[in-house]
C-alpha cells in the first residue's frame, strides 16, 4: 500500500521526468519523436502486407469480412505499449544511476519514469486506431472508450513487471536481453496477429492465462465486437488478481534489494 501512495504523491514528478525521458530519447536526430511514432506505424504495414495481403488471413469467422488491418491495429496498440514500456524501463535503474545514488530521492518512482514515457506514443497509437476505423467505415461506438479502461489495466501489468525486471537487471544484466527475446516470442503466444482460432485447440484454452490476452481481446471487444468488460466477470477477476499478485511480488523484491542498488552501480 505504501508503494501505490508514494507513486500518487509524487505522480507530478514522475510526469515531468517522463516528459523529459521522451524528449531525450530522440534528441540530436532530424526527425525527433517522429520516429517515436514511425516505427508502430511500419511495423503494422509489415505485418498487414504480410497476412491479409499474403496469407488472405480473415481473423473473425463470424465476421469474414471484417478487415484484417482493422483486427490487428485493435491488437497491437495495447501490444505496443507492454513491449515498449517492459523493454525500456527494465534497464531504467542503471541508466538513473547517478539518481539512484542521490540518498534523499525515491527511487521507487524510477522505474515508471519509462512507462509514462510509452504511454505518451501509446495515447497517439490510440488516436490512430480510431482513425483508420473511421476511415475503414467503421465508426467506434461508445464501447471504445473501455480502451482508456485497457490502456490504465496495461499500466498496471506493466509497473507490475518493471518493478521486478529492472531490479533484477541492477544485478544480473543480462535481464534486458533476456525481457527483449520474451516480448518477441509474447507476440505469438498472444493472438496478436493470428486469431486465436488458427492455433492448435488443445493450446487454446492456456492463452487464457496470459494477462495480456484479457487486454489484448478487451481491445477488440471494444472496437469490434462491441462488448463491455463487465459482460466477462471471471476474466475480469482473474486478470486483477493476478496483476495484484504480480505486484506485490515485484514490489516485495525491489523493496529487498533496494538498499544494494548504490553499490553495484
Known sequence: ????????????????????????????????????FAQPIVIVSIYWMIFEKGFRSRPLPEMPDFPYLLWLIAGMCPWFFLNDAVNNSTNCLIEYSYIVKKMKFNIDIIPLIKIVSAAFVHFFFMILVVVVYVLYGKVPT????????????????????????????VFFRDMAQIVGIVLQYGMWIV?????????????????????MYYIVEGYRDALIRQVGFWENPMMTLYFWVVILLLFLIGRFIFKRMKPHFADVM
Open 191 to 211: 493472438p496478436v496477429m493470428i486469431a486465436e482460432s488458427q492455433y492448435p485447440e488443445f493450446l487454446r484454452p492456456l492463452l487464457k492465462f496470459n494477462p
Open 1 to 36: 500500500m505504501k508503494g501505490i501512495l508514494d507513486i500518487f504523491h509524487n505522480r507530478k514528478m514522475i510526469g515531468r521526468l517522463a516528459v523529459n525521458d521522451f524528449k531525450n530519447k530522440f534528441a540530436g536526430s532530424y526527425l525527433g519523436i517522429f520516429w517515436a
Open 142 to 169: 461508445a464501447y471504445a472508450l473501455q480502451m482508456l479502461y485497457y490502456t490504465f489495466g496495461t499500466f498496471c501489468f506493466s509497473v507490475a513487471l518493471v518493478y521486478f525486471t529492472s531490479a533484477i537487471n
